[in-house]
């Protein structure tokens, strides 16, 4: 099975089932989906709340070191274990995040797995797929309107235009967006203020999605939105603003999780899709409930490196959706533990098991980390071609002595097959009786503990400082009783500090807090770190300027 | 049948049919469809393809006055008339526009028909439907960050800043984005310039998509996109930036016509939404074409008045694709000549024979317009339930005694029973000859000849002027010979003329271009008029805040 044909041959030459057929094996009918295309389809309010009434499966957690260069494989590994459990025997549907445009035309290509262990169809997947991403930059622009508008027919709240919280999104890397002037060119087009574009993951709009309990709880939670100060400093909500409901309204179907297969024939529900590094970088709890309903193993995965996307798995989606991993799958590399090790991309190719050594800090890092939240981990060494016997050998036996069992997964190559070991390990681990929910902290701390102990136990630095403007956001939202919620950091995903440049595993840095802001439609605090941006930009080369489609709509360059 | 019921109930209580039924009236097999849930499907590449070698049907287009508050119901006569065919034995297709989601939250809501003649899922069309106008969107701002992103890397076609003509796009109305500043904060955040926002509907790749032939034909057209200026004077076409194949892949699903059913399941290809005042206002040429090739009668509409979308249809979208429409009929309301006439909205319910002949002014040079196209012209009389029959009397002697035929509609309460009389007459009209194409002006005139023969022939005004600016685009576009294509005017909807005050029929005015853009990608030049702005506002009470949703996914506040 072994191939070197790019993901989207690979994906262009799969025999999909129908949807249908994969919904079936979920014990959903054809009346519980509804149909885009033969291979994707949501799945009705109905038929999720019929499966609350099943027990609950397994869940399984992948995560991974920082990300470098070299890649690492979190998503593939993700689809390929689903894939392995089924050999085993095991019922597995992934839950999944969705893929944005702003990466697919940028640096990164396609997001949706890749070789054999692939989400498809993925050139859908890769677009527009069901259009929730796009459902939820017209309700965050359709907010963003009604403040400007609010305060350009009469400004009844007093909106303060100095003080707009709120901010448009686009779902692309655009970076002349990310510091602008709206409302110029005079009185027919409101009020000139300073503003700001996210890019559409940041949103929290796409933050409720991936919290709401239903329709009614994302409306709720939509209206409940901060959107700005008015003139006497009290906060502003969305619902004041009257457009809650027709917000609600455009994300009637984006709330409904996604179902489409893997290259195997796996259900995966792929249902929203934050980044880990500028929101909390996880799929929506209804999508990872509903895997666990429908299947006796569902399998998640969190952004970037488990400083990220698992810390905010554990402290704030396990938090609000009352759920606890069973197993945590921490995916590393030997390309980029060699590159945390101190080796340049360009001599990723030379064999370097002192490097391997090295990097393992990072690994380590993780490792202790995830211990942290009282959960069996297991690494799973996900091999390159360019692997030598004796690095994987050398990262194996680090894992056996740091008291962890690692296993190598050849699901790209392979598909399923190639995840069998990986697989069979988690299955081991999680006969153990489960233990309790354990966050890192609690939610009731100030907003300084909460960084405090974020910063020193997960990241490994020793303090952190909050910037002037970031400190009086503190004591705004303490005054305001605003401060008891989980944390979301905004920070860079390539090291475990704020500062991108520092890789393995750092000590004795200080993280620095430059923006603290409350999304109570969330339910959690953005704390946005170092300079990291909500808006990324493209590179001198876009992933964009490679693609192409010919006449009969087959696409290239899409991966 | 008669009912007060609203349109969204009525639209809910309506037994539709799956839209595979639907296709296979029209001759498409279930293997033709792209599903998108049970009633909306997009027609695949082959299927229109293999649809070319079908006999064309007659081809119908629906315009109307100029449109006042009181409302006309185009679209409604459209679909009601589609109706009106089927009962009258022959197989019709209606080809209509898609909703922006600009005027569904904005002031007018839904737009999708209106009572017994609607099309149908009425909430699905009038909000994200199949995408298009989202990927319309999308392709517009990844173009649009290529360009920033170009400049900012090294800017090697030496792009000059202050000459930057492509705009981003919302499908939002949100008149803080009118004029803006982009690239500000510095050094990573690109080059600061001046900006604008348009609403999606006025982009090029809009009017693109709504012209093109096909997949590859709509890649060659955005390729030849004209973007900006470089430093030497010369134009940037999107081609050099690279991204027109990630553009292309981008709309592949968008260039798909779209199915769907009337309330009384006659189909209705809905694809393409240019607003007729400041784009061209006319679906997709690919829709109209497949609308031709599988029913008896083809059914389109242009948007607004037709001073606008009909002038628009005939100059620009049946030059470019070789059509020409077998019979015009133009919507006229009792209610809307009487405003014409003088009457305020709030005195509407009175009684005013005389304000209907003085309001008759407009509809006279609409039919006498229309006439300079050399098609057959039809009356329809939308009946409102306030009408008098003297003021219906009044309106079909004024149209008799114009020339004109005249038939009443009452398509909201009856659906097609309530269009036969306008159908038969269309009928009665469509059985003479054919005549040959006969557009109101020549391509190769100059752009102030070409203005001015609209503002003379058309608009009934005396003159034309180009201020300053527009005078200066005209001379740099007939230096690069850009000139000889057809002028999609940029007016205002309300009157003939350029001045949103002047009802009836002005006479006497001038019209004053501000602005001239050439459209290399859909072939066109836009003259911008008056004060048309190219990006709505909302008004003070928009139609998002009577809109809401219940948890079972009920919507109210729709219409």
């Given at each position: 099975?072994?191939?070197?044909?790019?993901?989207?041959?690979?994906?262009?030459?799969t025999?999909?089932?129908?949807?249908?057929?994969?919904?079936?094996?979920?014990?959903?009918?054809?009346?519980?989906?509804?149909?885009?295309?033969?291979?994707?389809?949501?799945?009705?309010?109905?038929?999720?709340?019929r499966m609350?009434?099943?027990?609950n499966?397994?869940?399984?957690?992948?995560?991974?070191?920082?990300?470098?260069?070299?890649?690492?494989?979190k998503s593939?590994?993700t689809?390929?274990?689903?894939?392995?459990?089924?050999?085993?025997?095991?019922?597995?549907?992934?839950?999944?995040?969705?893929p944005?445009?702003?990466?697919?035309?940028?640096?990164?290509?396609?997001?949706?797995?890749?070789?054999?262990?692939?989400?498809?169809?993925?050139?859908?997947?890769?677009?527009?797929?069901?259009?929730?991403?796009?459902?939820?930059?017209?309700?965050?622009?359709?907010?963003?309107?009604?403040?400007?508008?609010?305060?350009?027919?009469?400004?009844?709240?007093?909106?303060?235009?100095?003080?707009?919280?709120?901010?448009?999104?686009?779902d692309?890397?655009?970076?002349?967006?990310?510091?602008t002037?709206v409302?110029?060119?005079?009185?027919?087009?409101?009020?000139?203020?300073?503003d700001?574009?996210?890019?559409?993951v940041?949103?929290?709009?796409?933050?409720?999605?991936?919290l709401?309990?239903?329709?009614?709880?994302?409306?709720?939670?939509?209206?409940?939105?901060?959107?700005?100060?008015?003139?006497?400093?009290?906060?502003?909500?969305?619902?004041?603003?009257?457009?809650?409901?027709?917000?609600?309204?455009?994300?009637?179907?984006?709330?409904?999780?996604?179902?489409v297969?893997?290259?195997?024939?796996?259900?995966?529900?792929?249902?929203?899709g934050?980044?880990?590094?500028?929101?909390?970088?996880?799929?929506?709890?209804?999508?990872?409930k509903?895997?666990?309903?429908?299947?006796?193993?569902?399998?998640?995965?969190?952004?970037?490196?488990?400083?990220?996307?698992?810390?905010?798995?554990?402290?704030?989606?396990?938090?609000?959706?009352?759920?606890?991993?069973?197993?945590?799958?921490?995916?590393?590399?030997?390309?980029?533990?060699k590159?945390?090790?101190?080796?340049?991309?360009?001599?990723?190719?030379?064999e370097?098991?002192?490097?391997?050594?090295?990097?393992?800090a990072?690994?380590?890092?993780?490792?202790e980390?995830?211990?942290?939240?009282?959960?069996?981990?297991?690494?799973g060494?996900?091999?390159?071609?360019?692997?030598?016997?004796?690095?994987?050998a050398c990262?194996?036996?680090?894992?056996r002595s740091?008291?962890?069992?690692?296993?190598?997964?050849?699901?790209?190559?392979?598909g399923?097959?190639?995840?069998?070991?990986?697989?069979?390990?988690?299955?081991?681990?999680?006969?153990?009786p489960?233990?309790?929910?354990k966050?890192?902290?609690?939610?009731?701390?100030?907003?300084?503990?909460?960084?405090?102990?974020?910063?020193?136990?997960?990241y490994?630095?020793?303090?952190?400082i909050f910037e002037?403007?970031?400190?009086?956001?503190?004591?705004?939202?303490?005054?305001?009783?605003?401060?008891?919620?989980p944390?979301?950091?905004?920070?860079?995903?390539y090291?475990?500090?704020?500062?991108?440049?520092?890789?393995?595993?750092?000590?004795?840095?200080?993280?620095?807090?430059?923006?603290?802001?409350?999304c109570?439609?969330?339910?959690?605090?953005?704390?946005?770190?170092?300079?990291?941006?909500?808006?990324?930009?493209?590179?001198?080369?876009?992933?964009?300027n490679?693609?192409?489609?010919?006449?009969?709509?087959?696409?290239?360059?899409?991966?």
């Amino acid at each position: 099975m072994t191939t070197m044909a790019s993901d989207i041959e690979i994906a262009q030459q799969t025999a999909l089932k129908p949807i249908t057929e994969i919904a079936a094996q979920m014990g959903l009918t054809e009346d519980d989906l509804e149909l885009y295309g033969k291979y994707k389809a949501k799945i009705s309010f109905a038929a999720v709340k019929r499966m609350q009434q099943h027990e609950n499966g397994k869940l399984v957690l992948v995560t991974a070191v920082n990300p470098t260069p070299a890649g690492e494989g979190k998503s593939m590994t993700t689809v390929g274990l689903a894939q392995a459990f089924n050999l085993l025997g095991k019922k597995a549907v992934a839950a999944m995040r969705e893929p944005s445009l702003g990466p697919v035309f940028g640096i990164k290509g396609g997001a949706a797995g890749g070789g054999h262990s692939q989400i498809l169809p993925m050139e859908d997947i890769n677009l527009h797929f069901t259009g929730d991403m796009h459902a939820v930059t017209a309700a965050n622009n359709l907010l963003a309107a009604a403040i400007d508008n609010h305060v350009h027919q009469g400004n009844e709240l007093r909106i303060d235009v100095r003080r707009v919280i709120w901010k448009r999104v686009l779902d692309m890397n655009d970076r002349a967006l990310r510091h602008t002037v709206v409302g110029m060119g005079g009185k027919t087009c409101g009020f000139p203020r300073e503003d700001r574009f996210m890019i559409t993951v940041a949103s929290e709009i796409m933050a409720v999605l991936c919290l709401a309990d239903d329709l009614t709880d994302l409306k709720r939670r939509m209206a409940n939105i901060t959107v700005a100060y008015d003139l006497d400093g009290n906060l502003v909500t969305a619902g004041r603003l009257g457009v809650a409901g027709a917000m609600a309204i455009l994300m009637k179907d984006a709330i409904k999780p996604n179902l489409v297969q893997t290259t195997e024939n796996t259900p995966a529900l792929v249902h929203g899709g934050p980044f880990a590094n500028i929101a909390h970088g996880c799929n929506s709890v209804i999508a990872t409930k509903l895997a666990m309903k429908t299947g006796d193993i569902a399998i998640t995965e969190a952004g970037f490196g488990a400083d990220l996307g698992a810390e905010k798995f554990m402290d704030i989606t396990c938090r609000f959706a009352g759920i606890k991993p069973d197993a945590v799958v921490i995916v590393a590399t030997v390309r980029a533990l060699k590159m945390h090790g101190g080796v340049k991309k360009t001599d990723l190719q030379a064999e370097n098991t002192d490097a391997v050594k090295k990097g393992f800090a990072n690994l380590a890092k993780h490792i202790e980390n995830m211990r942290k939240f009282d959960v069996p981990v297991v690494v799973g060494i996900n091999r390159f071609h360019t692997d030598t016997a004796a690095e994987i050998a050398c990262l194996t036996a680090l894992c056996r002595s740091y008291g962890v069992e690692a296993g190598v997964n050849d699901c790209w190559a392979e598909g399923g097959e190639g995840g069998r070991e990986v697989a069979e390990i988690v299955l081991r681990l999680m006969e153990g009786p489960k233990t309790p929910y354990k966050p890192l902290y609690d939610a009731e701390a100030s907003i300084p503990e909460k960084m405090k102990k974020i910063v020193t136990e997960i990241y490994g630095g020793k303090d952190v400082i909050f910037e002037t403007k970031a400190a009086r956001q503190v004591k705004e939202l303490e005054a305001f009783g605003l401060d008891k919620m989980p944390v979301c950091v905004a920070k860079t995903q390539y090291s475990l500090s704020d500062n991108a440049e520092l890789l393995g595993a750092p000590e004795g840095f200080v993280v620095t807090v430059k923006d603290v802001r409350v999304c109570t439609g969330a339910g959690f605090i953005v704390c946005e770190t170092g300079n990291i941006m909500t808006m990324p930009g493209l590179p001198k080369v876009p992933a964009a300027n490679r693609m192409d489609i010919d006449e009969n709509g087959n696409i290239t360059g899409l991966f």
